[in-house]
């Protein structure tokens, strides 16, 4: 990673983008690929999008999907006294809600807060983790007024304050919203890769970097029925069995270091799958293998089902500590995916059809 990228990657994690609210980020998305890419839009919801054309006409199109919204927190109640409640943006985890700070995007700017930790002295429910209901909002207020002066009012949007650190000498990359901010910087440097090694592909490709999956896959089945792609690689981050306590015959033997992670199942094409296989087999890019029965749980679900159905793979970054401020990655595997993807562009030819036919 290079300074360019590394700068990129941290304003890109240090920008708050919760869920409906990612606007900003997406600006500094779209600014950095530009220079790597023919065109970047955004709909009317916020996804984004750089395309990179193809040689010739009528080709067919790639869509590369990540996702730019992270999970957060909302206003829902400010008390008499000052205090904030809060409801969650996405799947935040209120087990580890207490003693955070907290970026709360007011109506005149960043407002700072902290959530109460009543003290385990006084604490009615000991060791008991709280609901989100219980949570509290300290801003240093000491009534409605107060709050609402700062430009908070039901509904304001927030994000933990965690920033990026390094862990082991830039092994390992710990940030809040590494999910699935860090897919989006590997789909932005892929475009970079690919201009700096003179590569015009015989597909058009899009990057797509799509709003609001953490409340349903919303902002991708949006763009994939938008732009009808012929086939499409959805990145995201799956969780990494190999910290304690986790068994491997229930989640699987996915480890940090190992490459990224494709999934089987209804969802993923088998012939998108069987290419990525062997574009990774080719180049000797790690790769490792997990299984979704039903759903895959990201937007790969909303994007092969839209229209009559895009072939799609679900691949994924190996995280540990999922949807909490230190969500921890392998910066090796974020290596490993950008080389896969890639890879996968320079396969596509001009003829490549990834439909199943008789
Ligand atoms: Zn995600």
Redesign the pocket.
């Known amino acids: 990673m290079d300074d360019q990228s590394s700068d990129f990657l941290t304003d890109y994690l240090n920008t708050p983008s919760p869920t409906g609210y990612e606007m900003d980020a997406q600006r500094i998305w779209a600014a950095y690929i530009a220079p790597y890419t023919d065109e970047q839009h955004c709909d009317a919801y916020g996804s984004t999008w750089a395309v990179l054309r193809a040689k010739g006409e009528n080709a067919p199109t790639l869509m590369l999907d990540a996702?730019a919204d992270e999970i957060g927190f909302a206003v829902r109640y400010i008390d008499d006294n000052g205090f904030v409640r809060v409801e969650r943006l996405g799947g935040t985890d209120a087990a580890i809600g207490r003693g955070r700070r907290i970026r709360f995007l007011g109506t005149d700017g960043e407002v700072i807060g902290i959530t109460g930790n009543t003290a385990i002295h006084i604490r009615d429910d000991g060791d008991k983790a709280p609901k989100v209901w219980d949570l509290y909002v300290d801003l240093g207020c000491d009534s409605r007024e107060e709050v609402e002066a700062l430009g908070i009012r039901v509904g304001t949007p927030g994000v933990y304050c965690d920033g990026p650190l390094m862990l082991n000498d830039g092994r390992r990359l710990v940030c809040r919203a590494l999910?699935?901010r860090l897919?989006g910087y590997i789909l932005a440097e892929t475009a970079r890769q690919l201009k700096e090694q003179g590569i015009v592909p015989e597909w058009n490709v899009i990057f797509a970097n799509t709003v609001q999956?953490?409340v349903g896959c919303v902002g991708a089945g949006m763009l994939a029925f938008n732009l009808a792609p012929d086939a499409a690689i959805c990145l995201?981050?799956t969780h990494a069995t190999d910290s304690p306590g986790l068994d491997k015959g229930r989640y699987g033997d996915i480890r940090l270091g190992k490459g990224g992670c494709l999934c089987y199942g209804p969802a993923c094409h088998p012939n998108v799958n069987a290419r990525i296989e062997l574009v990774t087999d080719a180049a000797g890019i790690p790769l490792q293998r997990e299984t979704a029965g039903r759903s895959t749980g990201?937007?790969t679900d909303s994007v092969y089902r839209s229209r009559m159905g895009v072939p799609s793979a679900c691949f994924s970054l190996p995280l540990r500590y999922?949807h909490s401020p230190v969500e921890t990655a392998d910066t090796q595997d974020v290596q490993s995916c950008i080389d896969t993807l890639v890879a996968f562009v320079r396969s596509l030819r001009v003829g490549d059809d990834f439909r199943h036919r008789l």
Request: aromatic share 0%.
């Open positions: 996702h999910d699935d897919c999956e953490e995201d981050v990201t937007n999922m």
